[in-house]
């Protein structure tokens, strides 16, 4: 049957609590040790892994920020350009409608002023013919108009 010694269970227990000791000084302790740094360690990765992240969003923020400025200078800068260009045009239009009214205006006192020239050369030559046509008829009479009208009518 078995035997059971109290010295033995009693020399077991102390061995083993001599051996539980020992390992919780050399075994248990260093482990937790490493196992809390490491612990420490994924903490402050995370902490900085979120500090990151939150950088990150920060300059994504300003970038959104900017671009959408920048959009909206492009959008102004467009927008003042189309203006400028449409001044610029209706400018021009003004300019070229004006210059045609000036050209129409010189074309209009140029042909009053040749038509002037032409009746006045007209009423000259008219003028002539007529002294030229009493001189005619003071010398030669009845037989001079009549040579008169053939000559002005062989003209033609």
Do not use: C
């Not at 010295?7 to 609590?17: A, C, G, N, S």
């Not at 302790?29 to 900085?48: E, F, G, M, V, Y």
């Not at 140029?110 to 046509?133: G, T, Y």
Request: charged share 30%.
């Amino acid at each position: 049957m078995l035997n059971i010694d109290p010295y033995t269970i009693l020399w077991t227990l102390i061995d083993l609590l001599i051996l539980f000791l020992l390992m919780k000084k050399f075994l248990f302790k260093p482990i937790n040790a490493i196992l809390d740094s490491r612990a420490k360690k994924i903490q402050d990765d995370t902490a900085q892994a979120d500090q990151l992240r939150a950088e990150a969003e920060q300059i994504h923020q300003q970038y959104e920020q900017l671009l959408a400025q920048s959009h909206e200078e492009g959008s102004q800068y467009l927008a003042q350009a189309k203006a400028r260009g449409e001044a610029l045009y209706q400018q021009t239009v003004a300019d070229a409608q004006a210059e045609a009214k000036r050209i129409r205006e010189n074309a209009a006192a140029h042909n009053v002023r040749d038509r002037n020239q032409m009746l006045q050369s007209f009423r000259k030559e008219a003028a002539a013919l007529i002294i030229e046509a009493t001189k005619k008829v003071a010398e030669q009479g009845d037989s001079a108009i009549d040579d008169f009208l053939k000559e002005a009518g062989e003209e033609k």
